[in-house]
T-cell receptor, first 115, second 110 residues
Framework: KAGVTQTPRYLIKTRGQQVTLSCSPISGHRSVSWYQQTPGQGLQFLFEYFSETQRNKGNFPGRFSGRQFSNSRSEMNVSTLELGDSALYLC??????????????FGPGTRLTVT | SQQGEEDPQALSIQEGENATMNCSYKTSINNLQWYRQNSGRGLVHLILIRSNEREKHSGRLRVTLDTSKKSSSLLITASRAADTASYFCADTSGTYKYIFGTGTRLKVLA
């Protein structure tokens, strides 16, 4: 099976711009989660989608949003970028169910740099 | 913050030695998982231990869980240079999100 793919792998944006990141889960996986990873804060949960519905959301401002399509592919959007949004954004897929019930498979991440 | 903590933050050992890292979590877990992250393979699931289990083995990995202390430990036996990575625990509390710890950076010297 193909793994989780994320596009683009690297992105440089300017403050105030917006960005959309994409994630394609493993075939058959219906749950997609997004994380932000920074040296200072570690891995922070952004949100989780299952069958096009957001089931949980982390403590991030409304500038961070996401969606999931009927084929389980997911996108996340960050509007009005700030310097502090520079991070590695990771997407993970799993079969679904309650968190922890199944292992998560992570993509390689998108490295976002905001200048 | 709900984020758990791994201890130690960094660990350096010689190849062949055992490495032990600990995780303190804050929620009332259903399950706890351990992940490894290195530059070559990204973030990879290692092992899952359920809240009603006290110990679990997988190859050279041994995980223990103490729900009364809200702590878990990961033991890597006979370490290899390829084990050099950051190790994270992730706890889940019956919702749909994982809370990752701050990680332990392990360096195995050849």
């Amino acid at each position: 099976k193909a793994g989780v793919t994320q596009t683009p792998r690297y992105l440089i944006k300017t403050r105030g711009q917006q960005v959309t990141l994409s994630c394609s889960p493993i075939s058959g996986h219906r749950s997609v989660s997004w994380y932000q990873q920074t040296p200072g804060q570690g891995l922070q949960f952004l949100f989780e989608y299952f069958s096009e519905t957001q089931r949980n959301k982390g403590n991030f401002p409304g500038r961070f949003s996401g969606r999931q399509f009927s084929n389980s592919r997911s996108e996340m959007n960050v509007s009005t970028l700030e310097l502090g949004d520079s991070a590695l954004y990771l997407c993970a897929s799993s079969l679904g169910g309650l968190a922890g019930q199944y292992e998560q498979y992570f993509g390689p991440g998108t490295r976002l740099t905001v200048t | 913050s709900q984020q758990g903590e791994e201890d130690p933050q960094a660990l350096s050992i010689q190849e062949g030695e055992n490495a032990t890292m600990n995780c303190s979590y804050k929620t009332s877990i259903n399950n706890l998982q351990w992940y490894r992250q290195n530059s070559g393979r990204g973030l990879v699931h290692l092992i899952l231990i359920r809240s009603n289990e006290r110990e679990k083995h997988s190859g050279r990995l041994r995980v223990t869980l103490d729900t009364s202390k809200k702590s878990s430990s990961l033991l890597i036996t006979a370490s290899r240079a390829a084990d050099t990575a950051s190790y994270f625990c992730a706890d889940t509390s019956g919702t749909y999100k994982y809370i990752f710890g701050t990680g332990t950076r392990l360096k195995v010297l050849a």
